[in-house]
């Protein structure tokens, strides 16, 4: 069921909370052990919120009263284990809920659960998590991508109708993309940051993956606004966006970049995205040609900002204060060797990779010379955007070089996963908001997505033209024969 399913079934009294909450449970049961796709799951407490939310009056419910909504397992929930798919914050429950969480909550969601990814968000697969790999529910041999696999592939399973993810190098908008469903990385300070455990604080932000474009909207909107305990969210108004969704996109400039379209991108993923540009010129848009020419320095300037950032936010993951400790052994351990060895311990291979390289970087005698320059280098892929929405009013992109990989594929390659993000880490550099949707299937039945970049805080333009191009397709009808 489609979340206007739901509520429509609400609105006349034909079912409560708990009927729905039935009704996931079953597919759950069924689909889950194939996928992996939640990383924690308890069905008595989602019994009991639905009761709960039963007990409220007409005025007392929100905009999502009754729809379930999964939670990426790296966004708090207070009192439900939240561990960021890693052994070192084995057995943590948070004490507060994310700003997000607080929110959906008033909305009157229902809590799904908790959903797998890659450990502390490292990850491009969804396979680097003490809980397993998730599989991408249209081939289960393939990954879903990463790091929001769990929350892409679940929604796409049809085991939620909404889902949380964060993004900080296009972690929702890559497994949006292998999965065939709609995943939005807002503008950096749209969506509150607290409560989410940070990997890189200046790149991360909270977005909602959903089927389609039309509960995308609606699932910003209620997650969407300033937050004082955030002190990079923005004080401005949230739009209505349900508003001008269906405006449509006639006279409208959209921007096609060579550089997106390049060397990296297999021909049916081109293909399917030029096709996507002819409907939009048959939907009256004007497609125009421009330059983004620091693209190709994207992604090492992104793993200098990242790792660096992500070295020093996983610096209090000491195994003193929660999560996972090592035990001492029979001659004992000094603090030091506590805090190695539960590090040792705690993270996995990737994580332990990133930390080093951002240590690295950060390091004295290298510091201006890796991340002060990467510094600048950001700077300039930031003009390179407020140069183009200048010119146009949305960037139309490919979103993954290819289709959904194999599981294993790439594990033993660092750099060939690294690069699976080469055309979603410029957007978050650049702060800017980019939606993926989907644009087609390859000849072996795979999705393949399409990525829309607009200027800061315009994210109603990139509903309004991913709406027009939704409803002028049928790929968000389809779905996959588990």
């Known amino acids: 069921m489609t979340v206007r399913d739901i509520q429509i079934l609400y609105e006349q009294k034909e079912a409560s909370p708990s009927d729905v909450v039935k009704t ?4 759950i049961e069924e689909r889950e052990p194939k996928v992996h796709a ?7 407490r989602l019994r009991d919120q639905a009761k709960m939310l039963e007990r409220m009056s007409n005025a007392e419910r929100g905009p999502l009263w009754g729809i379930p909504v999964l939670i990426k397992d790296n966004i708090c929930v207070e009192g439900v284990p939240t561990t960021c798919s890693s052994k070192i914050l084995a057995g943590f429950r948070p004490p507060y809920s994310a700003t997000v969480v607080e929110r959906l909550k008033r909305a009157g969601v229902l809590l799904l659960g908790m959903a797998n990814m890659d450990e502390f968000a490292f990850g491009s697969s969804c396979e680097h998590s003490c809980y397993g790999p998730t599989r991408n529910p249209w081939d289960l041999t393939r990954v879903p991508g990463g790091s929001s696999g769990g929350s892409a592939a679940a929604v796409a399973a049809r ?21 065939g469903v709609v995943g939005l990385k807002p503008t950096y300070g749209r969506v509150s940051r607290y409560g989410l455990i940070a990997f890189a604080s200046s790149l991360d932000q909270i977005g909602p993956i959903t089927r389609t474009v039309e509960e995308n909207a609606l699932l910003l909107q209620v997650i969407a606004g300033f937050d004082p305990r955030d002190s990079t969210s923005a004080d401005l108004p949230v739009p209505d966006y349900a508003r001008s969704i269906r405006e ?8 096609v970049a060579k550089e997106y379209l390049g060397e990296g991108v297999v021909p049916e993923v081109r293909q399917a995205v030029e096709a996507a540009l002819d409907q939009f010129r048959r939907l ?3 497609i125009q040609e421009i330059s983004m020419p620091h693209t190709e320095y994207a992604i090492p300037t992104y793993y200098i900002v990242a790792t660096a950032e992500a070295s020093s936010n996983l610096a209090r993951f000491e195994g003193v204060r929660y999560g996972h400790r090592a035990k001492p052994g029979r001659d004992g351990q000094t603090m030091l060797q506590m805090f190695t060895q539960s590090r040792e311990e705690g993270f996995g291979p990737e994580a332990k990779r990133r930390i080093i390289l951002g240590t690295f970087v950060l390091s004295s005698g290298y510091y201006e010379a890796y991340y002060g320059h990467a510094l600048k280098v950001r700077t300039l892929i930031k003009r390179d955007f407020d140069r183009a929405f200048e010119r146009v009013d949305c960037l139309v992109t490919p979103t993954a070089p290819t289709p959904a990989f194999r599981l294993g594929e790439k594990l033993e390659d660092p750099l060939t996963m690294y690069l699976s993000d080469i055309l979603t880490i410029s957007v978050n550099l650049a702060g800017v908001p980019a939606l993926a949707l989907p644009c087609g299937f390859t000849k072996s039945g795979l999705p393949m997505g399409m990525q829309l970049i607009a200027k800061p805080f315009a994210e109603e333009t990139l509903f309004r033209v991913g709406h027009a191009y939704e409803q002028a397709t049928d790929w ?6 588990l």
């Open 24 to 27: 996931f449970l079953d597919p």
């Open 38 to 44: 939640f990383a924690w799951f308890d069905a008595d």
């Open 159 to 179: 085991m939620a109708p909404l889902a949380l993810g964060s993004d900080t190098g296009g972690s929702i908008r890559q497994p949006a993309s292998f999965c």
């Open 248 to 255: 449509g996109v006639k006279g409208l400039r959209l921007g």
């Open 284 to 286: 009256g848009a004007v």
């Open 476 to 481: 968000i009808h389809r779905e996959p024969m």
